[in-house]
Nanobody
Framework: VRFVESGGGLVQPGGSLKLSCAAS????????IGWFRQAPGKEREGVSC????????YYADSVKGRFTISSDNAKNTVYLQMNSLKPEDTAVYYC???????????????WGQGTQVTVYS
């Protein structure tokens, strides 16, 4: 199982970024995939997740209305479109399989290396 995150970068408040999570080594359609983030000195927190089978989604309150998760099952890739970025969104963003997309599922198995998002003014 492998995840490769990409798309992070430096952006000013109010800006946008689109993250990608390329998955391999398992049957993508059978699992929900989640995005998580970890800021310096803080615990990793769930951001959003999506069911690859039925497309159901979940968002943490902190990102609801600003972030949009989507998946391309043909490419085994999950995306996170991040708009109206705030300094508090600064973190390393990771993806992983999760137990459910009905709520912020519990992650399990492998993690990718993450991609850094920095929102600065």
């Amino acid at each position: 199982v492998r995840f490769v995150e990409s798309g992070g970068g430096l952006v000013q408040p109010g800006g946008s970024l689109k993250l990608s999570c390329a998955a391999s080594g398992f049957t993508f359609d059978d699992y929900a995939i989640g995005w998580f983030r970890q800021a310096p000195g803080k615990e990793r927190e769930g951001v959003s997740c999506i069911s690859s089978s039925d497309g159901s989604t979940y968002y943490a309150d902190s990102v609801k209305g600003r972030f949009t998760i989507s998946s391309d099952n043909a490419k085994n890739t999950v995306y996170l479109q991040m708009n109206s970025l705030k300094p508090e969104d600064t973190a390393v963003y990771y993806c992983a399989r999760v137990t459910t997309a009905q709520t912020m599922g519990v992650p399990f198995g492998s993690w990718g290396q993450g991609t850094q998002v920095t929102v600065y003014s």
